[in-house]
Structure formats: C-alpha cells, structure tokens
C-alpha cells in the first residue's frame, strides 16, 4: 500500500482493523468467549471488498513481473502478427482467470508464483473450486496434478457467458429458456389481467436475454422461440388453453404512441445492443478488450474500426458484428479537432453534411488522386484553404454544377471542434450513443391497426 502512495494514518486504521477482529461462536443459541481472527476482518464487513482489491492487486503485479521475466509465457492475442500484446490473467471481483503454456515448467513456476502469494498476504487459493482448461492439449490429467486442481472443458462459464461457445449454437440460449419457463411455471398459476401480463413481460421477460445479447448475435429462430413464449403468455395461452392472439406481434411491439404496447422486439434491440461495441471500439483507445480486437485482426487507417477478418477461425464473436458496421456508419458523423483531421477520411467518411462525399459527388470520387486521404492532410489550417487535386481537368458544365457545388459544401459546412478528431451520434443532440434512440429508428411506425 506504501507503494500506492496511501498515507501512513490510512495505513495504521487498515492495521487496526485487521489486528482487532474479534469473533464469537454461537453454540445451542449460547455465544461462547471471543477469539481473534488468524486472517482478514470480520464477515459482512462493508470494508471487505475494498481490502480484497487492493490485495488482488499485489497478485496482479506479481503474475504482470513472472510474465516479464518469462516464467509465464501467458496468452499471446495474435501469434500470426508483430503485436507484443500478452495477457497473463484476467480479474473481476473474486474471479480469476490465469493464463500460461500447457508444460510441467510453466505450471510449477505458476503454482510457485501462487504460493509465495499466499505466504506473503496471508489469502488461501482454494484450488479444490478450481479449474484447468486446455486448448488442444493431450495432458490435461498430468498438468491438473501439479496445481491439484479439477480439470475443465470449453464452453466455460465465466462471468455468466459462455466462454468458447459459438454465438450461433442455439444451445447457448437454452439457459435464457430455462429461465423464463421457471418464472412463467409460477406465474401461470395466478389469476393475472392482461395489463398484469404485460408489465411481467416488460419488467422480466424481455430483460432476461439483454445480457446474452450484448456481445452476441441472437439467432432468428431462438428470437422467435423466446418471443412465442412472451405471446403466449399475454394471450393466455399454451398446450392446454388456446386462446386467439388478437393482435399480431409485430403491432404489439411498436411504441405507445404508434398503438403499440411498447413490447421490445429481439431482433432490432439485438441489433442496437451491437452499435455500443463499435461506439466503444472508436472512443475507448485505451481499453483492454480494444487492444485484443486491434491485435487480433487490425485497425484501421483512420482507427475507428477494425479490418474484416479475411479468416474465419477464432472470430465467431466479432466477425458476425462487423456485417453491421455499415449500418452503425450510416448512423454516425467525424467533427474535425483544431488542428488535426488526420483521423477522419475526406471521401469515405460522414463529416461533411448528412453523407459521405464518396456518396454525395461520386463522379469526383472516380478522378479524385487519393481515395484514402484524410481532412487533415487537405486542408490548410493557417489560411483556411483546401488543397484538392485530381487526375483530370474538368469540363464547363462539370465545374457549373458538381464541382461548385462541392467545394461551395466543403468550404460551408466545415465546422471543427476542440480538442482531437471524435465520432458524433447523429440520432441524439448531445452526439453520444444512445441505444434507446437506434432501437426507436428501428421500429415501424408506420400506421398500426391497433387502437
């Protein structure tokens, strides 16, 4: 903690804390004397997670120098390119995940880096609740004697998701299945209104699969199996009943204001959950998970979203999401920072108006010289002119309609923001993601049968 610069009167009240614990036990409903505590504080203690982070963090320095000194070889995103990007772990709360190569040595120095951990801060690893697993190795049962550990198997449950499955296995969302039949099997035995069958479906049914749908694509028939679940139950209906659905479903789920009760609809909030990955990817520059996509299958130029994966190993994840990149595109604008623009490309990208100028002056695309130019390196900032070239001269009536009017857009809309190159969400005011606001550009509002 001295090395995380806390003072040493914070330090003296974690002291008091952890050499003041006292504990008694309850035996036949009588307390017996207090003892005190060979490690940690007392159970329930609000303090106690705080304390278990900054604990965490010591094991966390220790794997980072084992990584360092190559002892752990840990987890290399992208063997196949020059990235030095390696992960030697991965922490969240109580839960640990532990990267290194499948030999005896790495193992032994590994279970030597975890036992001079516990000597030193006093935690017990219980391995007897842990778990090794192997990518294509053959020595599963020799490796788990060394940390004397069980042995796991793909897909793996970490965080709620399951780590290694495939997002198009349909039995991944069978859990999300069980769920909602666990809920409606007591459900269905209340006497329940309409509107009472509504709000459940709203408040519950219709939230269970938001956390599956944020990093994966919900298959079409699993969202038609969920959502038969959520009409039968409004209706009332099901293997012994069969009461008619006197509204189709897709009038169902329009908003309020269009007739609608206001029913999400899977496939189009599925959809606008996946805009979020791509907003990230462009603004979190420094983030963990953006560095892995970025190692893995490459930047752009401009750097705002990733290559498509020429491959198809290894990218059931993020390869289904990037079908929808140019879509979120459409949805999305560059500002130009002072001085800078050298993110955001002249042709290709929305900074310029509504639309690209690719799209907008598509004849001066096809003789522009550079079609991967940038802003920044067209423009004059000192005296404010652009410095356009092209493989031709243009003809009279060219320069009287297309061309005039394109550098008339260039010069008039050109509008530049402090700070760096940023993405602007065109569909809300405050330019900042808004699922809410794809999802209602989504749905039909057209007019609805339903009063």
């Given at each position: 903690m001295r090395r995380m610069c806390f003072r040493v009167r914070w330090l003296k009240w974690i002291q008091w804390c952890i050499s003041t614990v006292r504990l008694s036990i309850l035996v036949n409903g009588e307390p017996f004397?207090?003892?005190?505590s060979?490690?940690?504080?007392?159970?329930?203690?609000?303090?106690?997670?705080y304390l278990f982070i900054l604990v965490m963090e010591a094991l966390s320095k220790l794997l980072d120098r084992a990584c360092d000194i190559g002892i752990?070889?840990?987890?290399?995103?992208?063997?196949?390119t020059s990235s030095e990007l390696r992960i030697s772990h991965l922490l969240y709360a109580d839960d640990t995940i532990l990267f290194c190569g499948d030999n005896d040595e790495e193992l032994r120095n590994l279970r030597c880096v975890l036992l001079c951990f516990e000597a030193v801060y006093g935690l017990k690893i219980n391995m007897e609740r842990s778990e090794i697993v192997l990518v294509r190795s053959n020595y599963a049962a020799a490796l788990a004697d060394i940390l004397d550990c069980k042995i796991g198997s793909f897909p793996l449950?970490?965080?709620g998701l399951p780590v290694g499955a495939g997002a198009r296995n349909k039995d991944v969302w069978n859990v999300i299945i069980d769920r909602m039949e666990r809920k409606l099997a007591g459900w269905k035995k209340m006497h329940l209104s309409k509107g009472a069958r509504l709000t459940l479906i709203k408040a519950s049914l219709s939230s269970l699969p938001?956390?599956?749908?944020s990093p994966f694509v919900i298959p079409k028939s699993v969202a038609d199996r969920i959502e038969k679940i959520q009409r039968d139950f409004l209706w009332d209906s099901g293997e012994n009943t069969c009461n008619f659905h006197l509204v189709k479903w897709s009038d169902v789920c329009q908003p309020l204001s269009s007739g609608g009760l206001g029913i999400r609809s899977l496939v189009n909030f599925s959809k606008a959950l996946l805009w979020k990955w791509f907003w990230r990817f462009a603004n979190e520059r420094s983030a963990l998970w953006r560095q892995v996509i970025s190692s893995k299958f490459g930047a752009s130029k401009s750097d705002w979203h990733t290559k498509v994966p020429s491959f198809?190993?290894?990218?059931?994840l993020w390869k289904p999401m990037l079908k929808f990149s140019p879509?979120?595109?459409?949805?999305?604008?560059?500002?130009a920072g002072e001085g800078d623009g050298r993110k955001i490309n002249f042709w290709n990208d929305c900074w310029c108006g509504d639309q690209s100028?690719?799209?907008?002056?598509?004849?001066?695309?096809?003789?522009s010289l550079n079609e991967e130019v940038k802003v920044g390196d067209l423009y004059c900032y000192s005296n404010g002119v652009w410095n356009l070239s092209f493989s031709r001269n243009f003809y009279g009536f060219e320069l009287l309609h297309s061309v005039s009017s394109f550098f008339s857009k260039i010069y008039s809309d050109f509008k530049r923001v402090e700070g760096p190159d940023s993405m602007y969400w065109k569909l809300m005011k405050s330019g900042m993601l808004s699922i809410k606001s794809y999802y209602d550009s989504l749905v039909d509002t057209g007019n609805s049968s339903f009063p």
């Open positions: 004397d207090f003892f005190g060979s490690r940690g504080i007392r159970h329930g203690d609000p303090f106690s997670p752990i070889s840990g987890l290399e995103t992208s063997p196949s449950n970490y965080l938001t956390y599956f749908m198809f190993s290894g990218v059931s879509i979120f595109e459409m949805q999305v604008k560059f500002n100028l690719r799209t907008e002056f598509p004849s001066l695309f096809q003789v």
